[in-house]
């Protein structure tokens, strides 16, 4: 994972040879590892090329990457498949290699079109002056752009101060863009080349799966526009279209016979004597395990320690961590990450929790743990200052805390040889509206409504893996040092979780559903990818996302929508139906029947602050630092 930025001045009078500062800044958190910039002069224009990078994989390879044609390439993702990368390889060095020896635009576009996995790149061919650029399918890895009439930025992050931050916009996740800078330094207007996804069937029918231009185009300056590549080309969609095929007789029918049973383990057994369906939840099951192992092995492990380190397994740091509210999703990714994570290493169980102060019923827990007084989890900045609290156990003791620590006792029983860190995220008022302010509100721009407050602030707080490691024996300060966040979004998505699937099956039937389906899956990148790893990635660590594998995807799309979910059955087990029967066949228990439970309302920040907000009102609180403010702040600290 990276931070990559490419900075382009049409106006060598006003050309920087250095980013803004907090433009750096941010970029640099996302890459720890190695920072680096490349100024390429013309006679046209300057670019600036900044690279910081997160390692991973391989060789620890410095970004950008230049080659002997002065070909420039930034690439934040991760080959996980349909292009051969060796275990001890790098994959940013194997792209640029492949890059380099394309000879036409169809070429570069086959190579994206292999790929398996998430990427943003940004690559400059010096010969043509064509500035390449784009997202995945799936939109996982965010790039921002913003025009002015002197240049163009694109960058993983934007900038915190708001005279900036309002011409930050996300790069759709439609196909590949290209510009021609020569071009553009003389014309003074901005045209950007389109080559879009497209899906190929067997009998060479074309399915357009992109936006129309004129949406792409509705928020740009005048000055831009966005046309269709000239030789009609594409990129080849890495997924197979959802099947929208209904049943022959009535569904409802069908089901009248069971629709009235309570959501209990027998009900869901009931599923799993019909032979096909069995067959099919063990295909799920396969596909999805493959999926968590890409995720999980890519990484350095212990191999390269000393024998004294080697022998030492209490000393272990997590190399992977997992989103975790006990729910279904992350129970599941979090029981295949143990069937492929080394058994002598940890695997850190992130939970958050917003400070309830009505809370006032109590809830059970040792003598040991109430000796210790648990208190508040102090931020990042002063973390040794942890602020005690009347009866903390009560404050934070909201309803993904409860299913949380459930959850991990089943994951204790099912494995007990592994070392599973339950991560108490403990997050108070004051904090959240003092790091919102500081780190995350630009963070979740351009997007900004209480949805995406209420999400963004939760995901930054949990990933950031900063909170209490409660044991048997101990209550202790700890900070997860995983490099890797597994995540469960796209399993709402795809299989019918949102109350707004079931209120569309009950209004418009299966038809219906369908089309509810493949609207969520087609704006997942603008609507939660691109947000989920600007804030993930701000800690320096890399968000992956098992349930959005293209043959995960793929898999889910072939089959016919009732076999994913069945949404006459009660909450608890119509939701998801196909991920709580391979939870039933991977021995999980209780966690298998819980219903869908948005993470801003089991953490509790939902109402924390206005009680009266909906999820789609604009947020004022997402409202960035001004220059004034910023340049006030920098007094004080000084």
Known sequence: MCGICCSVSFSIEHFSKDLKEDLLCNLKRRGPNSSKQLLKSNVNYQCLFSGHVLHLRGVLTAQPLEDERDNVFLWNGEVFSGIMVEAKENDTQIMFNRLSSCKNESDILSLFSEVQGPWSFIYYQASSHHLWFGRDYFGRRSLLWHFSNLGVCLSSVGAQTSEVANQWQEVPASGIFRIDLKSTSISKSVVLKLYPWRYISMDNVIKECVSSLTQISENLPTFVSVVANEAKLYLKEPVVPLNMMLPQAS???????????????????????????????????????????????????????????????????????????????????????????????????????????????????????????????????????????????????????????????????????????????????????????????????????????????????????????????????????????????????????????????????????????????????????????????????????????ENVVSFLNSLPVWEKANLSLPRGIGEKLILRLAAMELGLTASALLPKRAMQFGSRIAKMEKRNEKASDKCGRLQVISLENLSIEKEIKT
């Open 251 to 549: 569904f409802d029918v069908n089901c009248n016979n069971i629709s009235s049973i309570p959501p209990t383990r027998e009900t869901l057994q009931v599923f799993l004597t019909d032979g096909h369906m069995k067959e099919v939840v063990q295909q799920f099951i396969d596909v999805l395990s493959i999926a968590v192992k890409r995720r999980v092995l890519c990484l350095p492990r212990h191999e390269y320690l000393t024998p004294n380190e080697v022998l030492k397994p209490c000393d272990r740091k997590a190399n992977v961590a997992v989103l975790f509210s006990g729910g279904i999703d992350s129970m599941v990714i979090a029981t295949l990450a143990d069937r492929h994570i080394p058994l002598d290493e940890p695997i850190d169980l992130l939970n958050v929790a917003f400070m309830n102060k009505e809370k006032t019923r109590s809830t059970s827990f040792n003598k040991k743990r109430r000796k210790q007084k648990i208190c508040e989890i102090p931020s990042e900045e002063s973390s040794t200052k942890a602020a005690a609290a009347d009866s903390p156990e009560k404050q934070f003791s909201v309803p993904d805390r409860i299913t949380g620590r459930a959850g991990l006792k089943e994951l204790q029983a099912a494995n007990p040889s592994r070392i599973w860190n339950f991560v108490e995220i403990n997050v108070s008022l004051e904090e959240l509206q003092e790091l919102r302010r500081t780190r995350i509100c630009h963070l979740v721009q351009p997007l900004d409504t209480v949805l995406d407050d209420s999400i963004g602030c939760a995901v930054w707080f949990a990933s950031r893996g900063i909170g209490w490691l409660v044991t048997q024996e101990e209550v202790k300060l700890y900070q997860s040092s995983a490099k890797v966040v597994l995540t469960g979004i796209g399993a709402d998505e795809q299989l019918a979780g949102y109350s707004r699937h079931r209120v569309r099956f009950e209004t418009h039937g299966l038809e219906g559903l369908n089309k509810e389906i493949e609207m969520e899956l087609g704006r997942i990148s603008s609507r939660n990818l691109g947000r989920d790893d600007r804030v993930i990635g701000d800690h320096g660590k890399e968000a992956r996302f098992p349930f959005l594998d």
